[in-house]
């Protein structure tokens, strides 16, 4: 008696090859046999007709850290199709952290990735072991493959105060890297965009390449610039990965700001001639036109360096405000400043904590402050005092035909960058980014079906074995005999993303079921409640 049989689908196993008809035959949390009209007796059978079988989706840039431990069914991801999550990404991670900072990284880790209070994550973890084993306990509703932020180790060696490191500091963090590599991290992530990462100098993660290089794990990198300096980031990515010999994720690639839209041919000319020359790179993207961050983005660095507090500080004292006004507006002038590469109009607040604003969630900064008839960037600061300097935005700075031409490129693989969410307790609030409940299933609609912009098997294996391979979870994302039974069945004829920017919670259309090792998570669009997830 085996356990489940899945009957009449097509089947499109990742790799890339055509689909086929044909029933998949499971058995103790594997394939057994993928073939014609298998007739063996099964405790269970599921009649795929009419729907496509694939690989349960790997989405190698995602940031559920925090939200899984709010709710680990994950549901926003699993309703995509997503049977297992990369997380730890853009250099935030939730270990290892010395207990000696818990209160105020719980206070900015609560604060800065939405949702609840710090009573509700409740505890970190002083090293990546212990993590993990933390999680191994949880029951998951999906599968997690963590890796450690660099934003992470700078905090664990220093609390949330930000300046660059010393020499001695700096190898205390690599010390801290190695160990949590040989503890179970599947690699590196990096925020070069942002504080304290972005102190981190280009040597320094050189260096870092060469221990996860020893470890052969990949080297995820959210590089230092996506709009005014996006070329040389991405050389600098390149260079990380031929002067360390370590894989290199570029994460979210993206022609940030008009003035670098249509650009792609540029872009790939760089790419491309790196991986001729055998540079380990490669790359992943959301298919949307927004990116999803904070509006203290467009404070300098200067405020932030010791978090929070310190920006709230120097934004209530009216001396150090018109200090931070002037600087703006001199950034501004020259060009370089987030507000050039997407002004007010296209600010769009996504998510507050205080009920007082929450009318603001889904407007733009520019319309808000009209309505207020306050200047806008007198409004910025003021809602982010108020806000304590957790202000969550969607940021309209990207073009839709750059998009799909990075999307068509055969070696980009499609990733969320977002966090699981639920349309119900804690997660349910905000007018959060659409890609948190939409990007796996906005690919195949949209650009697979609607626009025919590329092919379902192409799609597929940009979502299965392509990050399986980058990850080297060689025993998954692809459907064979002996691989471990994550499927998904959908159907191509009506699945789609729902999300929008102004109605983001909402689950997608057309992805019926969703199995994990060989337990049915996703049942005809309904959860059953299995928690089978493990970490990997
Ligand atoms: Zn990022």
């Known amino acids: ?54 690989p349960g989706f ?41 207990t000696e900072y818990t209160e105020e990284v719980l206070n900015h880790l609560t604060l800065n990735t939405d949702f609840g209070d710090p009573g509700v994550i409740g505890k970190l973890w002083a090293s990546f072991s212990e993590y993990i084993q933390y999680l191994n306990e949880l029951p998951l509703g999906i599968n997690l493959v963590p890796l450690v932020g660099y934003g992470t180790l700078h905090t664990a060696v220093m609390g949330l105060k930000s300046r660059p490191l010393t020499q001695n500091e700096f190898k205390t ?6 160990k949590s590599l040989e503890e179970g991290a599947a690699g590196l992530s990096t925020g070069l965009e942002y504080i304290p990462d972005s102190l981190c100098p280009p040597e320094e993660l050189i260096r870092l390449g060469q221990i996860l290089k020893r470890h052969n794990k990949i080297y995820a990198s959210h590089i230092r610039s996506e709009a005014q300096s996006l070329f040389p980031a991405i050389e600098e990515a ?49 298919p949307y036109i927004a990116w999803g961050t ?14 929070y507090p310190s920006l709230i500080k120097a934004l209530s004292e009216p001396s150090s405000r018109k200090k931070i006004r002037q600087e703006i507006e001199t950034r501004i002038k020259t060009g370089n400043h987030p507000y050039n590469v997407a002004p007010w109009e296209d600010v769009q607040i996504s998510l507050l904590g205080s009920p007082d604003n929450k009318y603001m969630e889904g407007q733009k900064v520019s319309e808000i402050a009209q309505q207020l008839d306050i ?26 035909t750059d998009i799909k031409t990075i999307l068509k490129h055969p070696l ?40 025919k912009l590329l092919s379902l098997e192409m799609a597929i294996k940009k979502m299965t074995s392509m990050p399986a391979a980058m990850m080297g979870l060689h025993d998954r994302g692809t459907l064979a005999p002996n691989k471990i039974a994550d499927i998904t069945i959908f159907d191509p004829e009506t699945v789609i993303d729902i999300a929008t920017y102004e109605l983001s919670r909402q689950y997608p259309q057309g ?26």
Request: proline letters at 4%; hydrophobic letters at 40%.
């Open 412 to 451: 980009t693989i499609i990733a969320s960058d977002g966090r699981a969410g639920a349309d119900y307790g804690a997660l349910n609030t905000g007018k959060t980014h659409p890609r948190y409940y939409g990007t796996f299933p906005r690919i195949l609609g949209k650009y697979v079906r609607e626009e």
């Open 173 to 178: 963090l690599g010390t801290l890297l190695e």
């Open 238 to 286: 390149i260079h990380t990965a031929e002067a360390s010999g370590c894989q290199v994720e570029i994460s979210h690639l993206k022609l940030g700001g008009k003035f670098n839209w249509g650009k792609t041919d540029h872009l790939f000319e760089i790419l491309e001639k790196a991986l001729s020359r055998g540079v380990p790179l490669s790359w992943d993207q959301y």
């Open 294 to 307: 904070g509006l203290a983005d467009y404070m300098p660095d200067w405020v932030k360096l010791e978090g």
């Open 375 to 400: 200047d806008p960037l007198e409004f910025v600061f003021d809602l982010l005092v108020s806000e304590k300097g957790a202000v969550k935005t969607v940021v309209f700075c990207m073009d839709e």
């Open 58 to 98: 790997i989405d190698i840039h995602s940031h559920t850290d925090t939200t899984i431990l709010i709710n680990p069914k994950a549901e926003s991801k699993i309703r995509q199709g997503v049977t297992t999550e990369i997380v730890g990404n853009c250099g935030m991670g939730v270990a290892p952290l010395p």
């Open 1 to 54: 008696m085996y356990d489940l049989l899945i009957k009449n689908g097509t089947i499109i196993d990742g790799s890339g090859s055509s689909g086929f008809r044909a029933d998949i035959l499971v058995n103790a949390g594997k394939i057994e046999s993928i073939g014609p009209s298998l007739k063996p007796e099964c405790k269970k059978e599921l009649d795929a007709s009419g729907k496509i079988v694939c």
């Open 511 to 536: 992805i019926e079921t969703v199995i994990i090792a060989g337990n049915v998570v996703i049942n005809q669009g309904a959860h059953t409640g299995k928690m089978v997830g493990q970490v990997l």
